[in-house]
């Protein structure tokens, strides 16, 4: 079985355009990352702050 459109599936026809960064794109990106490490900081801090009450709870009760 031959088809005459065969030769148009070798995927040049769905490729996408290069995605090419801007120096804005890398800013934007840069202030995500330092908010995030923001908040990782922040909830590891309060995650240690839980743990030390916890234990001195468990302490004091035991």
Request: proline share 2%.
């Amino acid at each position: 079985m031959e088809r005459a459109d065969l030769d148009q599936l070798d995927g040049t026809r769905y490729k996408q355009a290069t995605f090419v960064p801007t120096a804005s794109n890398y800013a934007a990106l840069e202030k995500k990352h330092e908010k995030l490490i923001k908040l990782y900081a922040e909830q590891a801090l309060e995650r240690e702050i839980l743990r030390d009450l916890l234990k001195k709870r468990t302490q004091a009760c035991g």
